[in-house]
């Protein structure tokens, strides 16, 4: 179906973040037990809920899952293991001292402690979301991180673990790996921060242990938004939404452009395409969720672009650069038609964990900063205390502050 803007519209400017109220109730529940009652707490959970009890999987385990891997995966794990790096080194920076006449000014950046990071079980094992969350944090310096996946872990996912240069990690999932790795217990230690994908109750259990640790963000269902002019390929735009209609059927596909004729192209090759799509009908009810939008222009695409802060922006434009200037809200941009998506999911460099349900609005995607803190540090010189005290004394006054005024009055 093709919409009009002014249809979507309204729905682009309310979307965000659901919680439902019972998910929230039984999240609560699980993190309180395991906060109280430790290792019982989480066996107990893991066993009802996921059919098996936590245990730690060693180092032997991950090479040799590993090494049992066909030599064309092995390579496209350690490929997409140095893109990242690649990338995220270009970020990873130190602080900064700045001495002048008055004093010395400046930054300590350091990287956290430890970390958790999610990587979801389901039917398809998640290689790539390991490497994207592991991946940075090893780049941060992150000194211990700390996998959590639901039982029976995939053997790719171990292999993933051994690539990416994890230090441990267990097999247990869902809202009581997360409360085990916020609060810690005797087996699993308390990490500083938790990232990474999961399902209603993982992110429900990250929203409620907010504040015991950090988190990167609260992720929704994944979507792709392209904005296309008469130039690009019907084909290709049609399997881009499609890559991304098959990840679930709560996930959004979108085209906008002010070519009707490019639209209805696209709406006839993914009727053909979903015929011998084997996710045909989870793409089938994404579809749905998504659509394709007529727009009086490519700016006005631009703007509901923008409303919407899509997870993926795609420029499928013929002279993509130009436009870039007009993005504000988006977790990643990938210009051109050759340049999709799918590639950003797994090997081209940018962590594929990105804001979703319009997130993105106020937050960006992961990235090393997310596993640094910055530590302020001054040190003011005689002089500079004596000029500056005074002012900050008339503050502190201000402010109703008068202890802090009088400390500062001792230093004028």
């Known amino acids: 179906?093709?919409?009009?803007?002014?249809?979507?519209?309204?729905?682009?400017?309310?979307?965000?973040?659901?919680f439902d109220p019972k998910v929230e109730g039984i999240v609560r529940g699980i993190l309180e037990a395991v906060r109280t009652q430790g290792d019982e707490a989480l066996d107990r959970l893991s066993r009802d809920l996921d059919g098996h009890p936590v245990e730690e999987i060693p180092k032997k385990a991950w090479r040799e899952a590993y090494e049992d891997l066909d030599e064309e995966l092995r390579d496209a794990l350690e490929t997409a293991r140095e893109r990242i790096e690649a990338?995220?080194?270009?970020e990873a920076r130190g602080g900064f001292l700045k001495a002048d006449e008055s004093g010395v000014l400046g930054q300590l950046v350091r990287p956290l402690d430890r970390v958790g990071v999610y990587v979801p079980g389901g039917s398809a094992p998640l290689l790539s979301s390991l490497l994207m969350t592991v991946v940075p944090a090893k780049v941060a310096g992150v000194g211990e991180v700390i996998v959590a996946s639901p039982p029976r872990v995939h053997p790719g996912v171990l292999a993933a673990a051994w690539v990416a240069g994890a230090d441990?990690?267990?097999?247990?999932?869902?809202?009581?790996?997360?409360?085990?790795?916020?609060?810690g217990t005797k087996r699993v230690p308390r990490v500083d921060k938790i990232v990474g994908p999961?399902?209603?109750?993982?992110?429900?259990?990250?929203?409620?242990?907010?504040?015991?640790?950090?988190?990167?963000?609260?992720?929704?269902?994944?979507?792709?938004l392209i904005v296309a002019d008469g130039s690009a390929s019907p084909k290709l735009l049609a399997a881009d939404l499609l890559a991304q209609a098959e990840h679930g059927p709560d996930s959004e596909p979108w085209l906008l452009s002010p070519d009707r004729a490019l639209l209805e192209k696209v709406e006839a090759e993914l009727v053909l395409r979903l015929q011998d799509l084997p996710r045909a009908e989870i793409a089938k009810k994404a579809l749905e969720k998504g659509g394709l939008v007529l727009t009086e222009s490519l700016e006005e695409a631009f703007e509901l672009a923008n409303l919407y802060a899509p997870e993926h922006l795609c420029l499928a434009l013929s002279d993509p650069l130009p436009w870039l200037g007009r993005v504000r809200n988006a977790g990643g941009v990938f210009l051109g038609e050759g340049t999709p998506e799918a590639l950003g999911d797994y090997i081209a460099g940018p962590s594929h964990v990105m804001p979703t349900s319009g997130t993105a609005r106020f937050q960006g995607g992961l990235a090393v900063r997310d596993f640094l803190k910055v530590i302020p540090v001054l040190g003011l010189a005689e002089g500079a205390v004596r000029r500056l005290a005074p002012k900050g004394a008339l503050l502190a006054r201000a402010e109703g502050l008068e202890g802090h005024a009088r400390a500062l009055d001792l230093r004028k």
């Not at 441990?168 to 790996?177: C, E, T, V």
């Not at 399902?199 to 994944?222: C, F, H, M, S």
């Open 1 to 18: 179906m093709i919409y009009r803007a002014e249809e979507v519209r309204e729905r682009f400017a309310r979307r965000g973040l659901a």
């Open 168 to 183: 441990r990690l267990f097999a247990m999932g869902g809202a009581q790996a997360v409360a085990a790795l916020a609060y």
């Open 87 to 90: 990338f995220y080194r270009e």
């Open 198 to 224: 999961g399902n209603a109750y993982v992110v429900e259990a990250k929203r409620q242990v907010y504040g015991a640790v950090g988190i990167d963000g609260l992720a929704g269902p994944t979507e792709t």
